[in-house]
Each structure stands twice: as C-alpha cells, then as structure tokens.
C-alpha cells in the first residue's frame, strides 16, 4: 500500500531558529548575533512573577512588554525593565518560545564565561518558572533535557552554565535547588561543558 503524503511528510525540528514543539509568543525585545556568531553556550535562569507565585502568566506578560506595573507593588520594582529570554518552561512542563535561537535575546546582562564577556551574543537563555534555591519539577526536567539535547543537535553548543555562573554576586538563579547531576547524565556531555560546582557528589 503506497504511502499517504502525511506519512512520508516529515516536519522539521527547527524553522529559522523556531523550536517545533515551543509555543510561540515573539517578544519585541531582541537584535542580531554578531556577525558569524551561533550559539555555543546554554543559560539556566529561574524566574517568577510576582517571586514565589507560579501560573500567574506575568512572565509571558514581562517578556512581552505587557506587564502592567501597578498590578503588584513587586511589579513596581522593576518599571520599564525590557527583558527576553530565548524560552521559558512552566512548572508543568510546558515550554515558551520569544525569541528565536538565531538572534539574540536579553537575558544574561552583564556577563562573562570563560573569559569571554556578553553571554547573550553567544548563548541561549532558558528560564525556568521557579524562585533560585528551591527546587523544580520533574516536568520542567523532561522539557528542558529534550531541548537542551534539540539544540545540541542544531546548533555547536559545547558549554552549559547557569545564570549565577555567569554573573556571580549579581545573579544567584537557578540556585542550589536545581538538580545539575540529572541534567548532565541527560545530555551526556563531559565535565569539561559544566561549571566545576555542579559535578556530582
């Protein structure tokens, strides 16, 4: 029996840096890599909005430049700020797209890795809903490893770190609650591609 065109019609993972299996939100917060740039390096960030509070689509709503400020004194705080991270995984397992992996978004700030500064023109950022030292869900493992290993697969990702590995004593996220054994055993990647204090005990 011949083979209907649904069959033998594969879909691509990637399309201009789109991620198949993200719902897509664009964020207006973004620019161009520098020339002949792709990324090589992951960024685990955590983020809730307001901070502990899960669901609420405030972080959607930031990364958009939606947020309505008055809406919590927390909000207020951080007024006018204009933000964007590649994805975003709820604590559900459900994962975000605003930007897409071939441009750059604005996620690590002032930053450095491995001697070389401005992580956002060289990486991916990935936050994570959750508040830096507790701890995440197994859902939000499962996305991120299955993304994680899509974009080894696209793009010469040699390097994974996390936002406080790249900004120490600015930023402290994901923070000791995540789980960075469990991730490496996913991706199979070599000590050398993690920060030395997230090797295993």
Avoid at 19 to 34: T, W
Avoid at 42 to 67: A, C, D, K, M, W
Avoid at 139 to 148: A, K, V
Avoid at 167 to 189: C, E, I, M, V, Y
Wanted: proline residues 8%; aromatic residues 12%; negative net charge.
């Amino acid at each position: 029996m011949p083979k209907t065109d649904m069959q033998t019609k594969t879909l691509p993972l990637w399309e201009n840096g789109w991620y198949r299996f993200a719902r897509r939100l664009e964020s207006p917060n973004f620019g161009p890599r520098p020339t002949d740039v792709q990324p090589y390096l992951i960024v685990i960030h955590s983020i809730s909005l307001p901070p502990g509070e899960y669901g609420t689509g405030q972080v959607q709503r930031l990364f958009t430049n939606q947020l309505d400020w008055d809406a919590h004194n927390y909000f207020r705080s951080i007024r006018g700020l204009q933000v964007s991270a590649h994805f975003f995984i709820a604590r559900d397992g459900q994962l975000w797209q605003f930007v897409s992996c071939n441009d750059r978004a604005w996620h690590a700030g002032e930053s450095v890795y491995l001697e070389k500064d401005n992580c956002n023109d060289y990486s991916v950022g990935i936050e994570l809903e959750g508040l830096e030292g507790l701890a995440f869900e197994n859902p939000q493992y499962e996305t991120l490893s299955s993304l994680s290993a899509a974009l080894l697969q696209t793009y010469p990702i040699t390097q994974v770190a996390g936002h406080e590995h790249i900004a120490p004593g600015r930023k402290n996220d994901p923070g000791a609650g995540f789980d960075w054994p469990t991730l490496r055993r996913s991706l199979g990647l070599g000590s050398a591609s993690f920060p030395p204090d997230t090797a295993p005990d």
